[in-house]
C-alpha cells in the first residue's frame, strides 16, 4: 500500500464519489489535512435538559412522547410547517418545525423522541431544530458549514473517517515546551477535540490550542524567512557620506527628528550585505518621499539605478516632477515611465535602452515598470509608494528586476499593531511617528446636506483669503462614468458660483493622462482656486496650498479613504480645514463622521475602522497579503496572536534551533511549507 500523508487528496475516503469530492472542494477542502482543520463553525449544546432547568427561548433536547399525529401545513412550493404536540412529564408541548415535512414520517403517537430547539415558556412551544427517535444525542456537537450539494452530517462523517485513518500523522509544530507552558493541547488531541468534544470546556481548550497553533505556524513561517533573509547575501551599497550630508543640508527644510532616525535605519540597512526589505510607515503628511529621494540619492552615489513605483499615474508624474526638480543641482538622471508616457513607442523604446545602459539613474513609473522590455544596468534599490495598492507579484515583480536590489516600500495606511504583526512580519518596519513641526492640525467639520450652503460659503471666504480647495464629489463605486458625470454636474455648479472671480478645474478618471497631468499642473500653478475632483485625487497628491477639501457625499467613504483625503490638506504650514457634507444612514456612518471630526491621528482611525468594519475589509485581505486563519482572528484573538509570534521569534532565533529535538515537528513543518517558496513574500 502506497504510504499515507496529510497531503493525500480527498478522494482516498471511503464514500468520497466525485459529486461528494467535488461538493466538498468547493468548501476548499481539498487534501485530508484541509478536511482535519475544516472544523465546526459552531457547537450545539445537545444535552437532554427538564422543562423545569429551561428558561424562556433556551436551546435544549427536550425527551417525551408524541401525544398527536403530526399535521403539515404548506405555503407555497418550498414553505411548510409541521406541528405535534409532545406529553413532558405532565406537561404537553406544541412543538414546530419548519420546513421540514418529512419528519412527519418518523413521528407516531406513543413513541419517544428527543427535538433540540428553542423552548418558548408562555406559548408552551418548541421551535425544533433536530428531532432525535431512539438513542441518546451526542451531547456536544459540532455544526459544519455544508452547502447545497453536501450535508453538515455528511461532511461530519469524512471528518471522523480521516481523523480514524490519518490521526498518526499529526505532528506538533508548536514544540512540546511552549504548549505546556500555556497549557495547549497536543495537535492530535487537539483535533480531536475540535469534531468531537465530549463538553463545551473541552471545545474551548481546543480552540485555544488551535488558534495558537495557526498563528504560530503562519509567524514561524514569517520568522524563518527573515533569518534565512538575514543570512543571504544582498547587495551592499557603499554610498558617499559626504555627498548624502551635501544633499540633506540642501534639502528645503530640516528633516524631523522622526525621519531622521527612518534615514539612520535605512542608510544603516544599505550598507548591510544583507537584502533591505523594509517598511516605511508614516501617516499621511508625515514626509515619507524625502526619505524615499535621499535613500535614492544614497544608492545613486554608490553607482546604482533606482525604481520608484506609485500606484497611479497622477503619482507618478507628481513624484517624476519633485524628484527630477529635488535632483536637478545633483547630476541625476530621472525619467518617468507610464503607459502612457512616453507616449510613442520609439520614445519607449528609446528609455528602455538608457535604462539597459545604465545612464538613467533613476526611473519614477507606474506598473509600467514591470514590463518584460524594462531591463536595469544594475537596479540597487527599489521603492514602492502607497505600497498596499500593489499585490504581491507585482512588488515582487519589480525586485526581479535587480539582483537582490534592496526593498523600501512605503504605506501610508497606518495599520493598527495587530494587523503589523500578521501582515508585515517579515518586514522590518520603520516609523514616522510625527509630522513636521510647522502643521497645525487639519480642523474638520461635519455638515448636513440641507447646510451645504454654510459649507460652501466657509470654503469661499478661505479662497477669498487665497486659500486653494478641492471638493470632492460623490463616491460611485460601481461605475467610473456616473462618477465621471456627477464631478461634471458639481464642477458646473460651482463654476456658476466662483466664476470668473476664481477658476474651477475638473479632474476624473475619464480624462485623458496628459489632461489629468494638465489639471494638476495648472492646479498646482494656481490657475484654477478650486479643484473638482473624483477619488483620482485619494492618494499621495501634494500641494501644500491646498487648504480646504470639501468631500460631498461623505458617508459613502470608508474611514480609511475620508482620512486619505483629508490628508491631500494640511500640507503646509497654513490652517487647514476638512468639510465632510452627508447624512449618514446609519449608526456607523455617523460613527465615522465623529471620528473624522474627533481625531486626525491615522493611527487612530485604523483602529477604529477595524472595529467598525473588520480587518479583511480594512486591508482588502488578499492584496495586503494578509493571510486568511480560519480559526484565529487577529483582532478579537490578539493576545493569543502576540504571545504566538513572540514564542515563533525565541525558538526560531535561538541558537540551537536546528539541534533541539522538540523542534522537529516545526522544523519538518518548514521544510514543507517555507522552503520551497522562493522571493521574500
Ligand atoms: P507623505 O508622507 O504623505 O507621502 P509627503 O512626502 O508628500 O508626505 O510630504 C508632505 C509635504 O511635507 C510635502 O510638501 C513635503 O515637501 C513636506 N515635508 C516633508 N518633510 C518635511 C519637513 N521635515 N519639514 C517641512 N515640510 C516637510
Ligand atoms: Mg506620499
Not at 467535488?22 to 449544546?45: H, M, Q, S, W
Not at 421551535?127 to 452530517?153: C, H, Q, V, W
Not at 476664481?502 to 498646482?524: A, I, P, R, T
Not at 471630526?597 to 491615522?602: E, I, K, M, P, Y
Amino acid at each position: 500500500m502506497q504510504e499515507r500523508s496529510l497531503a493525500d487528496p480527498i478522494s482516498v475516503l471511503k464514500g468520497a464519489g466525485p459529486k461528494r469530492v467535488v461538493a466538498l472542494n468547493k468548501l476548499g477542502v481539498n487534501t485530508i489535512e484541509d478536511l482535519l482543520t475544516f472544523y465546526p463553525f459552531r457547537y450545539d449544546d445537545l444535552s437532554t435538559k427538564r422543562l423545569d432547568e429551561l428558561a424562556d427561548q433556551e436551546k435544549a433536547t427536550i425527551k417525551g412522547t408524541v401525544a398527536s399525529q403530526p399535521v403539515v401545513a404548506r405555503f407555497g412550493r418550498k414553505k411548510s410547517r409541521l406541528n405535534f404536540r409532545l406529553l413532558v412529564d405532565q406537561a404537553v408541548l406544541m412543538v414546530t418545525f419548519f420546513n421540514q415535512p418529512y419528519l412527519a414520517s418518523r413521528l407516531e403517537i406513543g413513541l419517544e423522541v428527543g427535538v433540540y430547539g428553542k423552548y418558548d415558556v408562555k406559548r408552551q412551544q418548541i421551535t425544533g431544530m433536530k428531532l432525535f427517535s431512539a438513542a441518546d444525542p451526542d451531547d456536544f456537537a459540532g455544526i459544519y458549514r455544508a452547502s447545497k450539494e453536501i450535508r453538515p452530517n455528511t461532511v461530519k462523517q469524512f471528518v471522523q473517517e480521516a481523523y480514524q485513518e490519518y490521526q498518526g500523522l499529526l505532528v506538533d509544530v508548536v514544540p512540546r515546551p511552549i504548549q505546556q507552558k500555556y497549557r495547549l493541547e497536543p495537535l492530535a488531541q487537539q483535533v480531536h477535540d475540535m469534531h468531537f468534544p465530549a463538553t463545551k470546556q473541552a471545545a474551548d481548550l481546543a480552540r485555544r490550542s488551535a488558534i495558537f497553533e495557526e498563528f504560530f505556524r503562519y509567524q514561524a513561517g514569517l520568522q524563518f524567512m527573515k533569518k534565512k533573509q538575514h543570512h543571504e547575501l544582498g547587495t551592499v551599497i557603499n554610498y558617499d557620506n559626504s555627498q548624502l550630508k551635501d544633499f540633506i543640508a540642501a534639502l528645503p527644510f530640516e528633516l524631523t527628528p522622526a525621519q531622521k532616525k527612518v534615514v539612520n535605519e535605512i542608510c544603516s540597512d544599505l550598507h548591510h550585505p544583507v537584502q533591505m526589505n523594509r517598511l516605511l510607515q508614516g501617516d499621511v503628511g508625515s514626509g515619507k518621499t524625502v526619505v524615499a529621494a535621499i535613500a535614492i540619492y544614497a544608492a545613486i552615489t554608490a553607482g546604482y539605478q533606482c525604481a520608484l513605483m506609485a500606484p497611479t499615474e497622477i503619482l507618478a508624474e507628481q513624484h517624476a516632477d519633485k524628484l527630477s526638480r529635488l535632483f536637478a543641482p545633483w547630476n541625476v538622471n530621472v525619467a518617468l515611465l507610464t503607459s502612457s508616457n512616453p507616449s510613442k513607442a520609439a520614445g519607449k523604446r528609446e528609455l528602455y535602452q538608457h535604462l539597459a545602459a545604465g545612464d538613467i539613474q533613476l526611473v519614477v513609473g507606474t506598473h509600467a515598470l514591470i514590463q518584460a522590455d524594462v531591463v536595469f544596468q544594475n537596479l540597487g534599490l527599489v521603492v514602492t509608494d502607497e505600497q498596499h495598492r500593489f499585490g504581491v507579484e507585482q512588488r515582487k515583480l519589480l525586485r526581479l528586476k535587480g539582483k537582490e536590489p534592496d526593498v523600501l516600500a512605503m504605506t501610508a495606511t497606518p495599520i493598527p499593531r495587530t494587523l503589523a504583526i500578521t501582515t508585515y512580519g517579515e518586514m522590518d518596519v520603520s516609523v514616522i511617528d510625527q509630522l513636521p513641526r510647522d502643521r497645525k492640525p487639519i480642523e474638520t467639520k461635519w455638515y448636513s446636506k440641507k447646510q451645504i450652503n454654510a459649507a460652501v460659503s466657509f470654503l469661499f471666504e478661505q479662497i477669498k483669503n487665497g486659500a486653494q480647495a478641492f471638493i470632492v464629489s460623490p463616491l460611485i463605486e460601481e461605475s467610473e462614468m456616473l462618477e465621471a458625470q456627477n464631478a461634471r454636474e458639481v464642477f458646473a455648479k460651482m463654476s456658476a458660483l466662483f466664476e470668473p472671480n476664481y477658476h474651477v478645474g475638473l479632474l476624473h478618471g475619464q480624462l485623458k493622462s496628459s489632461e489629468k497631468e494638465q489639471v494638476m499642473q495648472d492646479f498646482k500653478q494656481q490657475k484654477y482656486a478650486v479643484l473638482v475632483a473624483t477619488t483620482v485625487v485619494e492618494v499621495g497628491i501634494d500641494i501644500p496650498n491646498a487648504t480646504v477639501m470639501l468631500i460631498l457625499d461623505a458617508e459613502r467613504f470608508g474611514l480609511a479613504q475620508l482620512h486619505q483625503l483629508r490628508g491631500r490638506v494640511g500640507r503646509g504650514s497654513r490652517q487647514s480645514y476638512c468639510l465632510l457634507v452627508s447624512d449618514p444612514k446609519n449608526d456607523y456612518g455617523k460613527a465615522r463622521m465623529e471620528t473624522m471630526v474627533q481625531t486626525n491621528d491615522g493611527f487612530l482611525i485604523a483602529q477604529k475602522d477595524l472595529e467598525l468594519r473588520g480587518p479583511g475589509e480594512v486591508l482588502g485581505s488578499k492584496q495586503a497579503g494578509m493571510p486568511d486563519f480560519k480559526v484565529g482572528d487577529p483582532v478579537e484573538n490578539l493576545n493569543i496572536l502576540q504571545y504566538a509570534q513572540q514564542e515563533a521569534h525565541n525558538v526560531i532565533s535561538a541558537p540551537n534551533f536546528d539541534q533541539d529535538p522538540s523542534n522537529a515537528g516545526l522544523i519538518s513543518y518548514l521544510r514543507r511549507s517555507v522552503l520551497d517558496r522562493n522571493g521574500l513574500d
